[in-house]
Nanobody, 114 residues
Framework: QVQLVESGGGLVQPGGSLRLSCAAS????????MSWYRQAPGKQREMVAR????????YYADSVKGRFTISRDNGKNTVYLQMNSLKPEDTAVYYC???????WGQGTQVTVSS
């Protein structure tokens, strides 16, 4: 029973930072690449970051490159997304998923305003 629970979202000012967490269970976490997606109102869900199963390879969308950092702790079955220099355009619900994208968590809301 795959479960993905995102947390850490909130309201931040432009230029601020947040760290999102995704607690995974129900599968062998350490053999799956993991991704963060986001969905803003009226827009398609888009991938913003991906990390390989061993954490040695990462991918970032151009829109977040240099500002966001994805990481993982396989001992804790947890993926993180450190978001710095946040912009209003980053406002969205953020989701994590394994690379097969067959399960999704409830998402966590990130709002960048003021």
């Amino acid at each position: 029973q795959v479960q993905l629970v995102e947390s850490g979202g909130g309201l931040v000012q432009p230029g601020g930072s947040l760290r999102l967490s995704c607690a995974a269970s129900g599968f062998t976490f350490s053999i799956y690449a993991m991704s963060w997606y986001r969905q803003a109102p009226g827009k398609q869900r888009e991938m913003v970051a991906r990390i390989s199963n061993n954490g040695r390879s990462t991918y970032y969308a151009d829109s977040v490159k240099g500002r966001f950092t994805i990481s993982r702790d396989n001992g804790k079955n947890t993926v993180y997304l450190q978001m710095n220099s946040l912009k209003p355009e980053d406002t969205a619900v953020y989701y994590c998923t394994r690379y097969t994208a067959d399960y999704w968590g409830q998402g966590t809301q990130v709002t960048v305003s003021s």
